[in-house]
């Protein structure tokens, strides 16, 4: 599968934006799928997690109740609303998938997703 993520920009503190992540392909739906986003400097870290069907989501604690991740299967688009954002949530976003193993299953590493987008930046002004 092939992954492209847009829709970041330049938004000051306390704004919005909604990422999308666009995947090729007919079998999305048998993919689960993830945000990461890394910040000069520093290593790539989890952000969000769906599972194929969507029915099942997680969220790292520092985005908890200002980022919602969903998908749309009948678009093959995945979508990171993200709200509230802080001059420090300057970063690449990411977007991942990986097969499914099990219906309903998230995942929350790197290492586990074997499909990424090649980014979109993300700038918090102060």
């Known amino acids: 599968v092939q992954l492209q993520a847009f829709g970041g920009g330049l938004v000051q503190t306390g704004g919005s934006l909604r990422l999308s992540c666009a995947a090729s392909?007919?079998?999305?739906?048998?993919?689960?799928m993830g945000w990461f986003r890394q910040a000069p400097g520093k290593e790539r870290e989890f952000v969000a997690a769906?599972?194929?069907?969507?029915?099942?989501?997680s969220y790292s604690d520092s985005v908890k109740g200002r980022f919602t991740i969903s998908r749309d299967n009948a678009k093959n688009t995945m979508y990171l609303q993200v709200n509230s954002l802080k001059p420090e949530e300057t970063a690449v976003y990411y977007c991942?998938?990986?097969?499914?193993?099990?219906?309903?299953?998230?995942?929350?590493?790197?290492?586990?997703?074997?499909?990424w987008g090649q980014g979109t930046l993300v700038t918090v002004s102060s």
């Open positions: 769906i599972s194929g069907s969507g029915g099942r989501t």
């Open positions: 392909g007919r079998t999305f739906s048998s993919y689960a």
């Open positions: 991942a998938a990986r097969p499914i193993v099990y219906s309903g299953s998230v995942y929350y590493t790197k290492g586990e997703y074997a499909y």
